[in-house]
């Protein structure tokens, strides 16, 4: 037993269990390389990387959760990033990349204060101090408000600026694509927004600029029968196959002669029928089916002219009965007046060589919208979907809060001079890691530029000049590697955005500072295969 070798804390715990004293170090590189992995993402021109997950799947993104969330990350000073990031994008849904590079700059940045022999507790209190003091002169920053989210005008700039970050160069496309699907399918209080709402449908073929809007539910293939134009449409939704009912036990049926065959198959035909006639006579004119439809059930309902659809996912169908109001039954039998759902259209569209069912919904409040993306490959598609999926949660962050601030570094490079000049003021020792701090915040506007091919320094000292000069809505601009006017060119982000992403990253900083020891017991699992084990070379 481990107890009885020596003295010493780790004989407290099994073998196998491993203690590592003062960490902070090591910690602090690890968060840092965690953080250089996504920094050259950010941004317009951020760099693609190209992950291969555990399941052996290609992800070709710059897009900074999807690269965490599909790394095995070990090191936990390293998951604490991973798990600020997730909080990131459970929060506001934007600005993961954000919250990695500052905590891992804050880090950076305290490890020259560790190395000068300052102790941790010093470092955090300053940090603390420096985090509430950056939050509160946050609020101070606000370049401009959203008075109306159904307007056009007031949110277009603020989702072109998510966009542009993932797919530069088609930000003002797919911005107003993003921006009309938003307001189409917000109802008339915008705080009930649901993203769940908008739906992307992903075609591949053709280019980015044949996406196109479809007001209503769309899903991606044709109808079972011959029905394809439906008006007030009157929807039965069913979670089981549409075909000849079948018992739940094994039977036989004995046939002697020709007589009881035909006899047989009439009886199948009489049920049949009488199940659709049933539906038919209660108004419906389009049965939704979970499963597939039989050549018999398509018959009669082609007869009687109900339209036919089949939806393989159960949560679309459960997004369609959102929809359109309907609910789902496990038995093919009549629904009642409440189980019914109403669309206005359901039509059959082509799009690029490829059939689509519309369920276009124009008179509820609670409207759909479907984003049809075309793009060359499934990869492009993905990267397409994560920058509209950016744009939507904007919206979304838009509805709670609609204060705007500068993008383009312009609002992180005005509280570095902010907090720089505080940090002069403070007498203690704490003012050292004030001045780190602030320091810290410089890293959003040299990544800007130096993803983008120019010289960071540069770029910083210009930016800091305009700053100290006045011109506090100044930022990079990654075309020429000058600064500009971010608020005058349209630049701007929602205020959460930058508020969850400051709190986040300095509670992260905060949290792997506290640490002085990390403990890693015994993990648990089966026994280890031999090395000497013989195994097939396959």
């Known amino acids: 037993m481990s107890f009885m070798r020596s003295n010493g804390p780790q004989t407290l715990l099994k073998d196998g269990a491993q203690m590592v004293d003062e960490p902070i170090m090591k910690n602090i590189l690890a968060a840092r390389e965690m953080a250089k992995i996504t920094r050259s993402s950010m941004g317009p021109k951020g760099l693609c990387k190209m992950v291969i997950n555990h399941m052996n799947k290609l992800l070709v993104t710059h897009d900074a959760f999807t690269i965490m969330s599909e790394l095995d990350v070990e090191h936990p000073a390293a998951k604490l990033l991973v798990h600020a990031a997730t909080a990131m994008q459970q929060e506001v849904g934007d600005g993961t ?53 159904l307007v056009f005008d007031q949110i277009f700039p603020s989702i072109r600026t998510a966009i542009a970050s993932k ?32 739906r992307i449908v992903k075609l591949d073929g053709d280019s980015i ?39 739940e036990t094994k039977g036989n049926a004995l046939i002697e002669n020709a007589e009881d065959l035909l006899s047989y198959s009439e009886k199948e035909e009489n049920v049949m029928e009488a199940i659709v006639k049933k539906l038919h006579t209660a108004g419906t004119n389009v049965v939704v089916g979970n499963a597939n439809f ?148 410089e890293i959003v506007a040299r990544t800007l530029a130096e993803v983008s091919g120019f010289n960071g320094t540069d770029c910083i000292t210009q930016l800091e000049a305009d700053h100290y000069a006045g011109k506090k809505y100044h930022g990079i601009n990654v075309d020429d590697g000058s600064t ?24 992260t900083a905060l949290t792997v500072l506290q640490v002085d020891q990390i403990i890693v017991a015994k993990q648990a699992g089966g026994p280890k295969p031999r090395k000497d084990q013989n195994r097939d070379e396959e």
């Open 97 to 149: 990349n954000l919250v990695v590079t500052l905590a891992g700059e804050f880090l950076s940045q305290a490890e020259s204060l560790v190395r000068m022999g300052l102790h941790a507790s010093d470092i955090i209190e300053g940090y603390k101090k420096a985090s509430n003091e950056a939050i509160s002169y946050l609020e101070e920053l606000s370049c401009g408000e959203v008075s109306d989210v």
């Open 167 to 198: 797919q530069y160069g088609y930000e003002d496309f797919l911005g107003k694509l993003c921006a009309e699907a938003c307001i189409n399918a917000c109802p008339s209080s915008a705080t009930g927004f649901n993203v769940d709402n908008i």
């Open 209 to 247: 600029y044949g996406s196109a809007l479809l007001r209503g539910f769309v899903i991606p293939r044709s109808t079972e029968g011959s029905i394809k134009h439906i008006k007030d449409a009157k929807v039965a939704v069913f979670g089981c196959a549409v075909d000849i009912p079948t018992t």
């Open 294 to 441: 039989g050549d018999l059930a398509l018959h009669y309902l082609n007869r009687y002219g109900i339209m036919a659809v089949k939806i393989g996912s159960k949560f679309e169908m459960r997004r369609l009965c959102t929809a359109i109001g309907a609910r789902v039954l496990s038995k093919l039998d009549t629904p009642s007046a409440e189980d019914f759902g109403h669309c206005d259209n359901v039509d059959v569209t082509e799009m690029g060589g490829k059939k689509l069912v519309c369920f276009a919904q124009t008179t509820d409040d609670s409207k759909l919208s479907t984003i049809v993306l075309r793009g060359a490959t499934q990869n492009s598609l993905d990267d397409l979907e994560r920058a509209l999926d950016d744009g939507i949660n904007v919206f979304k962050a838009l509805t709670k809060d609609k204060r705007l601030v500068a993008g383009a570094g312009a609002v992180e490079m005005e509280i570095q001079r902010h907090l720089s000049r505080l940090a002069e003021k403070n007498p203690g020792l704490d003012q050292y890691a004030m001045r780190k701090f602030a320091a810290s915040f």
């Open 484 to 507: 500009h006017d971010a608020v005058a060119k349209g630049i701007v982000d929602p205020f959460v955005t930058k508020y969850w992403a400051i709190r986040l990253a300095s509670e």
